[in-house]
């Protein structure tokens, strides 16, 4: 029911290119706080990287931290999928991955007691190793059975350090190892070959002396010019260049793309993400963080200093959380495929195709979080986080968007709202049941089938609840007569009504009401698997809003179950955009790192 969160409205991601300028020399001030200095001209500390591009109005400030502390968990996994045969299944075929102990300069991974059991047991079992090193288990049944159960159980201690780095790697590189060497390799989905994508990277990694230089202003264009959105149309590098959008492949293969075709090896990362939240403390509140439970993709950098060292190209550098669980790793998305790979033959003629469904659960058996975030003065406008380095680089800085317009009082009785308006954050997967997730199928050979597991993941937050408030901001650059707001919800069950409440914005923070919208009742919302659009009206009233920021929040009274959709990172709006809070706490000084899905509908002006 539950996943992760992230928050922010406002303008779509702007294309404004980032400003580069030196880091001061040791013992000059040059505007900045000396003690950062290391000695040498261009050497200092990157302190981490939590871009948040601060909203209208306010000083050109990215809200850069950095990062420091350590997370360690003891987590008990559980994998359990079961596949129906379809009309006319002659075989059927199922691979895993066997997930590998492994250590990095700043994530962890020690796997104990992995146990897979099939039921019934397959005719043929088999282990094989391919060529990237991973440990793939086959399981074939012939002639298949109407159901199989599958269970894979281990224990994972993982652990994130985030203490200071230093890396010294020039850039260009110099000649890799032969077995680094394929993970600079052009693919159908990391089109590094492709003028588009050359051109791209030279331009970003222009005048740059060194690798971690080079990797982290490619993050930072990434992330502050490509908004996540699920599912995609394509999961390629171009797709994304081009439309500026994608999920967590389309994420992975972009920056896999802009590093290789610069000469650093990228591989590609397959795994889990689990639910469970951390916060980072800071300076007047919370930040906190929760993926939702599934299949993610991400990377891994090669630094001939440190090895290879993972990378969430949607929000982190040199590092991932403790709730990642790696598991397969290849050139691109289309080779690492053997993790749930399901596979099929069935007589010619034969229509409909196995269903699959499957839950994934981890208990954390123990769970120790302490990681602090410092404000810095550069950085993306969205959000990267990146743990203390020691390098040679440069600090970007982006300017913030023009304010909205100030409308004069003696104006404003002139407006004549005539234009149809909608705005909001409106790309969500609408209507999916989540617990049947898979396909389409695609065809392999003559009567031959499968399905690859895919990266479609239920992110939503449980919003009715007596002890937690949620709001999420919007932006409005131009005056709008609201009539209705949507949100993206599931109801699991209850009963009771909900409503919406618009608030004025104080300093990025919910603040007055300014309007109350009609109720619904809980038994007009469908039961049925997914998300839809519930709109909620403010014809009543149909407050004018002036531009500027405002504040919507889900109200309810009873016992509603209720989930409220988001969108990992910031794709429409600021970071600091959502909001929540403790019903007997006047501080809205909690944020979350997504956001939510909802849209605005009314009336503007030409």
């Not at 074939?140 to 994972?156: G, H, Q």
């Not at 810095?376 to 680089?393: D, I, R, S, W």
Request: proline share 8%; aromatic share 10%; with cysteine.
């Amino acid at each position: 029911m539950e996943n992760n969160s992230h928050v922010a409205f406002g303008n779509p991601q702007s294309e404004i290119p980032a400003r580069h300028r030196e880091p001061a020399r040791s013992g000059e001030a040059g505007g900045r706080n000396p003690k950062f200095a290391t000695g040498s001209p261009m050497k200092k500390i990157l302190f981490l990287l939590l871009g948040f591009f601060l909203v209208s109005g306010l000083p050109c400030l990215a809200e850069n931290y950095v990062l420091e502390g350590q997370m360690g968990s003891d987590i008990v996994y559980e994998l359990q999928q079961q596949v129906k045969k379809g009309p006319g299944t002659r075989k059927l075929v199922l691979s895993f991955v066997v997930p590998p102990t492994f250590v990095s300069p700043t994530y962890n991974q020690k796997i104990q007691g992995f146990e897979l059991a099939f039921s019934p047991k397959p005719n043929e079992e088999k282990r094989s190793e391919d060529q990237r090193g991973n440990q793939i288990i086959t399981a074939t049944w012939n002639p298949p059975p109407s159901e199989v159960t599958t269970r894979i159980s281990f224990r994972a201690q993982n652990q994130t350090n985030l203490q200071r780095l230093q890396t010294g790697i020039p850039f260009p590189l110099r000649k890799v190892p032969p077995e680094v060497s394929p993970y600079l390799k052009a693919t159908a989905q990391v089109q590094s070959d492709d003028k588009r994508i050359r051109k791209l990277a030279e331009e970003l990694t222009n005048g740059v002396t060194t690798q971690f230089d080079a990797v982290q202003r490619i993050l930072t264009w990434i992330v502050d010019n490509v908004r996540y959105v699920s599912p995609p149309k394509q999961y390629d590098a171009i797709y994304a260049l081009e439309e500026r959008k994608g999920n967590c492949q389309n994420f992975s293969h972009l920056s896999a793309a802009l590093m290789r075709t610069v000469g650093i090896p990228v591989r590609i990362v397959n795994g889990v993400t689990l639910n469970q939240p951390f916060n980072v403390s800071r300076q007047g509140g919370v930040l906190t963080f929760k993926m939702g439970q599934g299949r993610h993709s991400w990377i891994e950098v090669w630094f001939e200093d440190l090895g290879w060292v993972p990378f969430d190209a949607q929000q982190t550098e040199l590092f991932v959380s403790n709730r990642y669980v790696r598991i397969e790793i290849g050139i691109d998305n289309k080779e690492t495929i053997n993790d749930g790979l399901l596979r099929w033959s069935q007589v010619s003629g034969s229509e409909g195709k196995p269903s699959l469904q499957e839950s994934i659960s981890a208990d954390f058996a123990s769970d120790q979080v302490k990681i602090t975030g410092t404000r810095q003065q550069y950085g993306p406008k969205n959000l990267l986080l990146v743990p203390p380095v020691e390098a040679t680089f440069k600090e970007i800085v982006v300017p913030p968007p023009p304010p909205p317009p100030v409308i004069p009082e003696k104006d404003r009785e002139k407006l004549r709202f005539l234009v149809p308006f909608l705005y909001g954050n409106l790309e969500f997967p609408e209507n999916v049941d989540f617990a049947f997730p898979r396909g389409p199928a695609s065809t392999v050979g003559a009567n031959r089938y499968q399905m690859t597991r895919n990266f479609l993941v239920e992110t939503a937050e449980y919003v009715t609840t007596k002890l937690i408030q949620y709001a999420q901001v919007f932006e409005l650059r131009k005056p709008v007569k609201l009539e209705k707001v949507g949100l993206a919800l599931h109801r699991f069950g209850g009963d009771g009504q909900l409503w919406v409440e618009l608030f004025e914005d104080n300093n990025m923070k919910p603040a007055a009401l300014i309007a109350t919208s009609d109720f619904i009742s809980l038994s007009q919302l469908s039961m049925k698997p997914g998300y839809r659009w519930v709109d909620f009206d403010f014809g009543r009233d149909k407050p004018i809003l002036m531009p500027g920021n405002y504040w919507i929040a889900l109200g309810f009274t009873g016992s509603p179950i209720v989930n409220w959709f988001y969108t990992y990172g910031k794709p429409v709006g600021p970071v600091e955009g959502t909001r929540y809070k403790g019903v007997y706490q006047a501080d809205w000084s909690n944020a979350l790192s997504c956001e939510f899905n909802y849209r605005v509908v009314g009336l503007t002006v030409k």
